[in-house]
């Protein structure tokens, strides 16, 4: 039985010191993982995979060969005019470039996850700019952690093990001279590693944006900050807010969906990321950074991957085979019923979205490639099962910190089924 280190793709910190024992049949043990990353090892044997191809008949799934899966998916995508594909953020880069290849040979529009998380991030940071930073500087060097609507402990559970926790090549001491800010309207499992130093803020709900701006208005200034205090975070909370800000040599901002969903839109990230550049301006012994907190371990695998190719990080509408302009996203064209199927890869929007929109998206042909069961597997059509990238499949993917990396295959996968690269490649030969 064979030792071997690997990547985790239970989430988007994609650690890479995972060692894992197996015969190259099974995985055995599983070392050095969380426990969100070890049920995502145990996906490989777990009860709700699905193994085999199923079309749907007579309202009830059932199995079939996987040429009559692809049958039936090709009679769909033929029969459409306006397909969706959406997903992605659960694959690698490898699969997500097929996927819009084969979005733009039935003139589709395609979308990942990313544009309902941190996507809307990368599209205000065209008009604000961004101050990026990477794990490795901040479990080497940040002074100041700030998680704002990020609940990190249970999210991305090793992210505060590796920037908090540790002891830095770059400095003396470890913990001891990081400070860690949460910002949340919930008193999250975070809260609970806070220590003496930290400071807590327990917001006013969807108030983020009038914390923000206040930041923006006294960070030039001295004094000023006002009596009443902004938010429900009174008067010295904010001062010590603003120290750590300005003084700060390293400090990273983790922007989670809290902020992302908050009540404010676009806005409130517009706002947070000019703070950021405002302080970076002002600063003069160090800086600020920005790393968003996305959930789904290859979400910016997806933004990479479109942008590099096709000029444009998201919602991508094909006519005639070429990228058009559109100011639709996955979200507006369901609201507006401009579409006559789906291709769902690698998600589960029934439970994701609101009640209406999976309404929309189950009242046409629902096409599913993915490895377990969700709730969109059971309003499917046609299902394609996939292997699962990490386990049974490698491939390329991005951390958190736009870092590339390469995940390996460890076992084979059960059934000889196909990875979502060789699934969709299957559709577009098939269509060619
Ligand atoms: S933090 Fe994420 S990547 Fe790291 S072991 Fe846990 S689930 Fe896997």
């Known amino acids: 039985m064979a030792n071997e280190r690997v990547i985790c793709s239970g989430c988007s910190l994609l650690c890479d010191d995972i060692i894992i024992k197996s015969d190259g049949l099974y995985i055995d043990e599983v070392i050095g993982a969380c426990l969100k990353g070890k049920e995502r090892f145990d996906q490989a044997t777990a009860k709700n995979r699905i193994l085999n191809p199923l079309i749907k008949k007579d309202g009830e799934l059932k199995k079939v060969t996987f040429d009559e899966a692809l049958e039936k998916t090709l009679t769909i995508i033929k029969n459409s005019s306006k397909p969706l594909l959406y997903g992605f953020s659960t694959v690698n880069c490898e699969a997500q470039l097929k996927g819009i290849e084969l979005a733009s040979l039935i003139n589709g529009f395609i979308d990942s996850n990313s544009i309902i998380c941190q996507g809307k991030v990368l599209n205000t940071a065209k008009e604000t700019g961004l101050s990026l930073t990477t794990i490795a500087e901040g479990i080497n060097k940040a002074d100041l952690l700030i998680l704002w609507g990020a609940n990190a402990a249970e999210s991305i559970p090793r992210l505060l093990n590796k920037v908090l926790f540790s002891r830095g ?7 001891e001279i990081k400070t860690l800010i949460i910002i949340d309207p919930v008193k999250t499992a975070s809260f609970g590693v806070m220590g003496v130093r930290d400071i807590a803020l327990q917001i006013e709900t969807a108030k983020d944006i009038d914390l923000i701006r206040v930041l923006k208005e006294y960070c030039c200034k001295a004094d000023g900050i006002p009596d009443a205090g902004v938010a429900g975070i009174d008067k010295d909370d904010l001062k010590r807010v603003l120290l750590h800000l300005t003084g ?3 400090g990273i901002i983790f922007i989670g969906q809290g902020l992302l969903k908050s009540q404010n839109g676009d806005n409130v990230i517009k706002e947070l990321l000019e703070l950021v550049q405002l302080i970076n301006v002002k600063q003069e012994k160090g800086r600020i950074s920005v790393i968003m907190l996305g959930g789904h371990y290859n979400m910016l695998g997806f933004d990479h991957v479109a ?4 000029g444009k990080n998201h919602s991508l509408q094909f006519s005639n085979h070429q990228l058009v302009e559109t100011p639709d996203t996955i979200i507006t064209k369901i609201e507006k019923d401009d579409f006559d199927c789906s291709i769902i890869v690698g998600t589960d929007p029934i439970s994701h979205f609101p009640t209406q929109l999976s309404k929309k998206l189950m009242s046409k ?3 599913l490639i993915d490895n377990k069961q969700t709730a969109t597997s059971y309003v499917a059509d046609v299902i394609i099962p996939s292997s699962i990238t990490g386990i049974e ?6 951390r958190i910190d736009h870092i590339p990396l390469n995940l ?4 084979n996968p059960p059934n000889n089924v196909f990875s979502d690269e060789e699934i969709i490649k299957k559709i577009i030969e098939s269509l060619e």
């Not at 499949?393 to 991005?398: A, E």
């Open 307 to 310: 942008l590099s190719n096709y």
């Open 169 to 175: 090549k770059f400095r003396m001491t470890g913990r």
């Open 365 to 367: 042909p629902l096409i």
């Open 393 to 398: 499949n490698g491939g390329m993917v991005y």
């Open 248 to 250: 700060t040599e390293n």
């Open 408 to 411: 390996k295959k460890i076992i």
